[in-house]
């Protein structure tokens, strides 16, 4: 276990949330999602950056350009000049502009006067314009997590970047459909001090921005950045998580990582280790080799000296030092490296190993990377790791990481330097007066689902109370049972979402009719599953027909239900194997009525619950 407090662990988050607005941030098109099959254009770009914008320091820039990729953009029916660039911004979308406010107030947050909208650079060509439009709304609040008080720094009214569905080498392509979406960005104080304190934080801010109720759901609709840095180590960026779970293990990687960095350093230092600056092509040596994956490329290798058994150390689960280089060979678009930690492998012989090392002039202390590929995207990845390398011998690089699914990371850029920022004079700025000020404060989610709590079960009462669709709980438990709504509004469409049925296309209006159908006593509650199955499968149906298709399934419940009482003895003797003749008896009766499968997973149900009762 690391201690943290020891390690002076200091953590800040950066929330993106995307709001459910009618309108996006620039421009009036809508801010749905749509599938790249529905695209009817698309077109592509270069990365062209003027020095002036960029500055002549700014290492992620160049790095980016020295990639030189096409950007290759996905072009909807929903989208329209301005997210391809070709026309100027609109005004900024007050809609939004409100929502952020109202976040903004409920984080104790003092709001701007004025609100400047401003463009910042951004180079992996996920914006048309190369800049995303942001706009700081409010700042200097805080928040407060089982009686601690953590610091939000800024609010910032933000337009979200286009969607990456692809990338290969040479090119990236983007959808727009998620282009000029508004989002919030909120930023804490570097407060956190553990990784628990670092998933509660963000629990918390998602908690405060759903209570809004303005705010979009699902999966990408909500990121997180984390911001980590301990003594001796370097503040490191590691963008886009997406799951909340997994939050607490990325810090705890992270802390590992920089700790282990930091022994190789040590290790290093003690070993006089060095790296050669020298770039050997070593295609020759791989003339006839049988490595399917290095044959007929080009070839090149860097020294490490000094660095034998450190390339293939682990710094995080599964991840090695190694790896750290591969992810720079793969932000060049090559598929990774090798490394003699690690060979012979891939079909690299004994030999071959031997003579790439007397090639280099390697000894037994030394290690050797390798890249194979396109000759000039080999020779920029293998030079920006040697500069990698290097840094080992100085500590922990600043940079910019991506979070992986089980909580690791991977190197993404370096960290952009500072002064990106410059004014969109194409947006006005927009005046903060009174009227606006006078938002609403929501009930908090949390505050609701403690008033559930003397309705349901704990679970449920959160479920419910952070469920879009609270108010039809409220509405109808005057009228029925807090769990009958609650197994409709959650329960029943949690159990069909593990079955695997989409119950994402139901609304409102489906909940309502399934409800009010149960209210007005022309269904029983136990159909609510079966209701709610139908509408996911065909979300016009009726109330009428939903009944009618309800009647018969209801009748071979029923039939099921006495049938199993009769034949208890049949049951008690054969078991699971009293199936066979029941299933006759039933579908004897109901045959054409209703589906075989259906009535053979009510029956063997039905068993189960009679053999575990007796
Ligand atoms: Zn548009």
């Not at 002076?8 to 749509?34: A, M, N, W």
């Not at 060509?125 to 200097?140: I, K």
């Not at 979200?160 to 979406?181: H, P, Q, T």
């Not at 293998?382 to 690791?408: H, M, Q, S, W, Y």
Request: hydrophobic fraction near 40%.
């Amino acid at each position: 276990m690391v201690d943290y407090k020891a390690v002076g662990l200091k953590v800040g988050i950066e929330i993106h949330q995307q709001l459910d607005s009618k309108h996006k941030l620039f421009c009036y098109c809508p801010t749905t999602h749509r599938e790249i099959e529905e695209s009817n254009f698309e077109f592509f770009r270069y990365l062209r950056l003027k020095k002036s914008e960029i500055g002549e320091e700014d290492r992620a820039a160049k790095e980016e350009v020295e990639r030189s990729r096409r950007f290759i953009y996905k072009y909807y029916d929903t989208t329209c000049l301005v997210e391809a660039d070709e026309e100027p911004p609109r005004e900024l979308n007050r809609e939004a502009l409100q929502i952020a406010i109202q976040v903004a107030k409920m984080l104790n947050m003092e709001v701007v006067d004025e609100v400047h909208v401003m463009r910042k650079i951004v180079i992996d060509g996920s914006n048309t314009t190369g800049f995303q439009r942001t706009a700081l709304v409010a700042l200097d609040g805080f928040l407060e997590v089982e009686g601690k008080r953590v610091g939000v720094a800024t609010l910032c009214l933000e337009e979200e970047a286009c969607r990456k569905v692809n990338e290969g080498e040479g090119f990236a392509v983007y959808s727009l459909d998620r282009l000029g979406i508004p989002l919030v960005e909120i930023g804490t104080e570097p407060d956190i001090d553990s990784p628990e304190m670092a998933k509660k934080v963000a629990a918390k801010l998602g908690m405060i921005l759903r209570s809004t109720g303005k705010v979009k759901r699902g999966l990408g609709t909500i990121r997180q950045d984390v911001n980590i840095s301990i003594r001796d180590g370097a503040r490191v960026e590691i963008k886009g998580v997406q799951e909340l779970d997994i939050l607490d293990k990325i810090v705890e990687y992270e802390v590992i990582r920089q700790l282990r960095l930091l022994e190789i350093r040590e290790e290093l230092k003690k070993r006089g280790a060095e790296v050669n600056d020298e770039l050997f092509d070593v295609t020759e040596v791989f003339r006839n080799t049988k490595s399917k994956i290095i044959r007929n490329k080009t070839v090149n290798a860097i020294l490490l000296k000094g660095f034998a058994g450190l390339v293939g150390k682990e710094i995080q689960p599964g991840r090695r030092l190694g790896t750290e280089f591969a992810d720079i060979a793969k932000t060049f678009g090559l598929g990774g490296i090798f490394h003699t930690d690690e060979l012979p492998a891939y079909g690299i012989t004994e030999e071959e190993v031997e003579m790439l090392r007397e090639f280099v002039g390697a000894g037994k202390e030394d290690a050797v990377v390798m890249a194979a590929g396109d000759a000039v995207r080999v020779e920029r990845a293998l030079r920006r790791i040697a500069e990698r390398a290097k840094f080992c011998l100085v500590g922990v690089p600043e940079e910019t990481r991506k979070a992986n699914e089980d909580g690791t990371t991977s190197y993404l850029r370096p960290l952009p330097g500072a002064a990106r920022m410059y004014p969109e004079t194409d947006v006005p700025p927009v005046v903060i007066t009174e009227e606006m000020l006078k938002v609403e404060i929501p009930e908090l989610i949390e505050e609701r689902a403690k008033r559930y709590e003397k309705l349901l079960p704990r679970d449920l009462a959160w479920e419910i109370a952070n469920s879009p669709y609270f108010r039809l709980f409220e509405e109808y438990v005057e009228k029925l049972q807090p769990t009958v709504v609650a197994r409709v509004l959650h329960t029943a469409p949690a159990y069909l979402r593990k079955e695997g049925i989409d119950v994402g296309v139901l609304e409102e209006k489906h909940f309502r009719m399934v409800l009010s159908l149960i209210a007005d006593g022309k269904m029983a509650k136990e159909g609510a599953e079966e209701a709610l199955k139908m509408l996911a499968q065909n979300p016009d149906m009726s109330g009428e027909e939903i009944i009618e298709k309800l009647g018969s399934s209801r009748d071979v419940d029923e039939f099921i239900k006495k049938l199993v009482e009769d034949k208890a003895e049949l049951i008690a003797e054969r078991g699971d194997g009293a199936f066979k003749p029941l299933m006759g008896l039933v579908m004897k009766e109901f045959r054409g009525k209703i589906d075989g499968k259906v009535v053979a997973e009510k029956l063997r149900k039905a068993i189960e619950e009679k053999i575990s009762d007796m």
